[in-house]
């Protein structure tokens, strides 16, 4: 979209946050949204948590001691604090976050992923730990007692925070500091991107942009957020059986092709590809992490806030 006006004012209107929020939502209808509204569902989770944390290589858990270090460095986390984990899902990064000694409620809309985190829970962390099913897009935290409840809120690569509500709630559940994480740039995944066009009739062009228009937003309402990239790769393999499931569940929630065709077509392509049964799916990209202050003494006076 093009802003009209002089230089000046076209600068005016880049640190606006009204024109952050346009960008947000002119993201709509694009295939990236697509691909977050694929795993905006608990049925994805649910049929992935099983087998989630199988195959997770060391580079993973060092990417979240890495953002826990940042956290740590930057004095956003100490022993003591309150911390909500928004999106939860098998819990890896609460356990590191209790392990600092933070009081931990971690939230997630899968049951399936909320089963196996509690099941994975280290007993030295369990006290300090409680265990939430919730939808973070329904959630009032009024109604919760969550306003301003939490010293750090967490959304780190989760589908909680696909809108710009979702997204300030964030930041009206914290009361000194937040944190978000997601993809930036384009992002492949090997099987995804074949069975895309065969039920989506095109190419997948997956750009994600989010986490810089979350930059932008937050700079021109005045908070000074930290962001640093991480490259990923990993793979997995699965069965045939598993893979059907995990993929129906994510198309189901984009394609317009009845249950039946849909189911059909992944088991075709899946089992094309297979070898004994077996396929392996590969993910590569870069991970955005951003994390910054709420507290008022570091606003600026004058500028607007959430």
Not at 22 to 42: F, H, I
Not at 47 to 65: F, I, M, P, V
Not at 248 to 266: A, C, G, V, W, Y
Request: proline letters at 3%; glycine letters at 8%; charged letters at 25%.
């Amino acid at each position: 979209m093009r802003e009209q006006g002089s230089a000046g004012e076209k600068s005016d209107i880049i640190h606006s946050r009204e024109f952050w929020l346009r960008q947000w939502n002119n993201l709509q209808g694009r295939d990236t949204a697509r691909v977050s509204k694929g795993y905006a569902s608990a049925k994805y989770w649910d049929t992935a948590a099983k087998e989630y944390d199988q195959g997770l290589d060391a580079s993973y858990h060092e990417r979240l001691e890495n953002l826990v270090a940042h956290l740590e460095k930057s004095r956003m986390l100490t022993r003591g604090m309150t911390v909500l984990d928004v999106g939860c899902g098998t819990g890896n990064l609460a356990f590191l976050l209790a392990d600092k000694g933070a009081e931990v409620t971690a939230v997630d809309f899968a049951g399936g992923m909320l089963q196996q985190a509690e099941a994975n829970c280290p007993d030295s962390c369990k006290s300090r730990i409680h265990f939430e099913q919730a939808d973070w897009q329904a959630v009032d935290l009024k109604d919760r007692g969550w306003l301003k409840k939490f010293d750090l809120v967490i959304a780190h690569m989760t589908p909680a925070v696909k809108t710009p509500d979702s997204f300030f709630k964030i930041l009206a559940a914290s009361r000194q500091g937040c944190c978000t994480g997601s993809w930036a740039g384009k992002r492949e995944n090997n099987i995804r991107m074949e069975l895309w066009k065969k039920i989506m009739g095109k190419a997948l062009r997956d750009n994600s942009d989010g986490i810089l228009i979350q930059f932008d937003l937050l700079y021109a309402m005045n908070y000074f957020p930290n962001i640093y990239f991480t490259e990923v790769f990993w793979q997995k393999t699965m069965s045939v059986k598993a893979a059907l499931e995990y993929f129906f569940h994510f198309f189901q929630r984009i394609s317009t092709e009845p249950d039946s065709i849909l189911r059909k077509k992944i088991r075709d392509y899946l089992e094309e590809i297979s070898v004994d049964g077996m396929v392996v799916k590969k993910n590569f990209g870069r991970i955005g992490t951003m994390y910054w202050r709420v507290n008022k003494d570091d606003a600026v006076p004058g500028r607007p806030g959430p």
